[in-house]
């Protein structure tokens, strides 16, 4: 007892010490730089040859959580793209410490508001490393009015960081972006340096077109679903993929809020929360599509609601284990590495 109480005097000591020290100027100029170290230090993102993929936004609109809305990264090789750019994702790759200068392009699944409203930001976070050129922006019908919209509405921004930091920094010839409406007639969309990124149609109505995409690189495959409900188009053009991201909405979850806010007299919260049920899908028949697809790893995204905690998150999931074995939940952070030449699946997450 003695000897505990030796011990946590002493602690208590460092604990007052150090709390004294930090407050020192002097102290704080010599600790800072250590911390700009590591604020500066590349991303931790795989050196070996591969296809992968970063979940840079896991939530949906539905349901309050600090997590970013839709996005997902995909690199293959040492080139990024970038799928969907919901609130909070580009806040995440930069936190990351992603190498902008390496966004090749972004691509729109459909133009909802969860799905596009970072766009400004990633604009930003690409030009000022010297982008090449203007941002492209791949999407279905409507993207040039997102594209165009955003452009009149940074207009001024534009010119305020070019006056600023000047042509070396902030170019004015490459500022703004380049939309390309994807026409599903000609569906392979991107096709360089051993990637090939397919477009199809899924449906999310009245969202029309909602996409999807493939990317397929030096034998490995990924597969983003968009927002959807259970769809053939899917499941045949994920036939044998390595890895789909399907996203997925707990029907148990969304219809007991549903009933909640009803009883609770929120009648409007509650007609959304009915509406939203017919245009997304339940992570059981997400599954179950995996399965028909013959896909090696689900994993969920643009999860509605993002799960808070394990009672949630085990809700969430209900009844999906017996459908299938290779699946994970993600979060803001969670990666996928396919290395090529290989078979092998690799999950971690990012921070
Ligand atoms: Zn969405
Ligand atoms: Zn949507």
């Given at each position: 007892?003695?000897?505990?109480?030796?011990?946590?005097?002493?602690?208590?000591?460092?604990?007052?010490?150090?709390?004294?020290?930090?407050?020192?100027?002097?102290?704080?100029?010599?600790?800072?730089?250590?911390?700009?170290?590591?604020?500066?230090?590349?991303?931790?993102?795989?050196?070996?040859?591969?296809?992968?993929?970063?979940?840079?936004?896991?939530?949906s609109?539905l349901g309050?959580?600090?997590?970013?809305?839709?996005?997902?990264?995909?690199?293959?090789?040492?080139?990024?793209?970038?799928?969907?750019?919901?609130?909070?994702?580009?806040?995440?790759?930069?936190?990351?410490?992603?190498?902008?200068?390496?966004?090749?392009?972004?691509?729109?699944?459909?133009?909802?508001?969860?799905?596009?409203?970072?766009?400004?930001?990633?604009?930003?976070?690409?030009?000022?490393?010297?982008?090449?050129?203007?941002?492209?922006?791949?999407?279905?019908?409507?993207?040039?009015?997102?594209?165009?919209?955003?452009?009149?509405?940074?207009?001024?921004?534009?010119?305020?960081?070019?006056?600023?930091?000047?042509?070396?920094?902030?170019?004015?010839?490459?500022?703004?972006?380049?939309?390309?409406?994807?026409?599903?007639?000609?569906?392979?969309?991107?096709?360089?340096?051993?990637?090939?990124?397919?477009?199809?149609?899924?449906?999310?109505?009245?969202?029309?077109?909602?996409?999807?995409?493939?990317?397929?690189?030096?034998?490995?495959?990924?597969?983003?679903?968009?927002d959807t409900i259970?769809?053939?188009?899917?499941?045949?053009?994920?036939?044998?993929?390595?890895?789909?991201?399907h996203e997925a909405l707990s029907m148990n979850i969304v219809s007991?809020m549903?009933?909640?806010?009803?009883?609770?007299?929120?009648?409007?919260?509650?007609?959304?929360l009915?509406?939203v049920q017919d245009y997304h899908t339940d992570p059981?028949d997400a599954?179950?599509?995996?399965?028909?697809?013959?896909?090696?790893?689900?994993?969920f995204?643009h999860l509605a609601p993002a799960?808070?905690?394990?009672?949630?998150?085990?809700?969430f999931?209900?009844?999906?284990?017996?459908?299938?074995?290779?699946?994970?939940?993600?979060?803001?952070?969670?990666?996928?590495?396919?290395?090529?030449?290989?078979?092998?699946?690799?999950?971690?997450?990012?921070?």
């Open positions: 007892m003695k000897k505990f109480l030796k011990l946590t005097s002493v602690l208590a000591f460092i604990v007052l010490i150090v709390f004294v020290l930090i407050r020192i100027p002097a102290i704080q100029d010599r600790i800072a730089p250590l911390a700009m170290v590591a604020l500066l230090s590349p991303a931790d993102l795989p050196e070996e040859d591969s296809l992968s993929a970063l979940v840079c936004g896991s939530a609109p309050a959580t600090d997590r970013a809305q839709t996005c997902i990264m995909v690199r293959a090789g040492d080139e990024i793209y970038i799928v969907d750019i919901g609130d909070g994702a580009n806040r995440n790759l930069g936190r990351w410490r992603i190498p902008m200068n390496k966004v090749q392009a972004v691509l729109l699944t459909h133009l909802h508001s969860d799905h596009i409203s970072d766009l400004a930001d990633l604009h930003l976070a690409t030009w000022i490393p010297n982008r090449k050129s203007q941002l492209k922006v791949y999407g279905p019908q409507g993207v040039e009015f997102v594209t165009r919209g955003f452009e009149e509405a940074y207009q001024s921004d534009y010119f305020f960081r070019n006056e600023h930091h000047g042509d070396e920094v902030a170019p004015l010839h490459s500022v703004g972006f380049e939309p390309i409406t994807i026409d599903l007639n000609k569906p392979i969309i991107i096709e360089k340096d051993g990637l090939k990124v397919t477009a199809f149609e899924v449906p999310h109505d009245p969202v029309k077109p909602a996409l999807a995409f493939r990317f397929d690189y030096k034998g490995r495959s990924i597969v983003i679903s968009g259970y769809s053939e188009n899917l499941i045949s053009y994920s036939k044998d993929a390595d890895v789909l991201f007991m549903e009933g909640f806010t009803k009883r609770s007299g929120n009648d409007l919260l509650s007609k959304i009915f509406d059981v599954a179950k599509a995996a399965n028909e697809a013959g896909v090696k790893h689900l994993i995204y799960p808070a905690n394990w009672l949630i998150e085990g809700m999931v209900r009844g999906v284990n017996s459908i299938r074995d290779d699946w994970t939940l993600s979060d803001d952070g969670t990666m996928v590495v396919l290395p090529v030449n290989s078979e092998e699946i690799k999950i971690s997450t990012i921070d």
